[in-house]
């Protein structure tokens, strides 16, 4: 396995990285959750695919944040060597 490749796996596990995508999925989630289900919200229409799409729309702000920031440390791991 490349070298950059385990640097980043590594950095992707890191404790800072996983608290950091937590919490920017705890604000960043419920905003989308609010643009993308307005109208299951307004008339308080909440079945079972409600739930499954609202608790998959967090995993989107995680990924995003989890992934750019083991980017990060592993650019700055590599470019210090």
Do not use: Q, W
Request: net charge positive; glycine share 2%; charged share 15%.
């Amino acid at each position: 396995m490349n070298i950059s490749i385990k640097c980043f796996l590594r950095n992707l596990v890191r404790k800072d990285t996983i608290l950091r995508a937590i919490k920017f999925a705890l604000i960043v989630g419920p905003v989308l959750i609010l643009i993308n289900h307005y109208d299951s919200l307004i008339v308080l229409n909440f079945s079972l695919k409600f739930y499954l799409k609202s608790i998959l729309t967090f995993f989107v702000p995680f990924s995003v944040s989890a992934i750019s920031s083991a980017l990060a440390y592993t650019e700055d791991e590599l470019s210090s060597k």
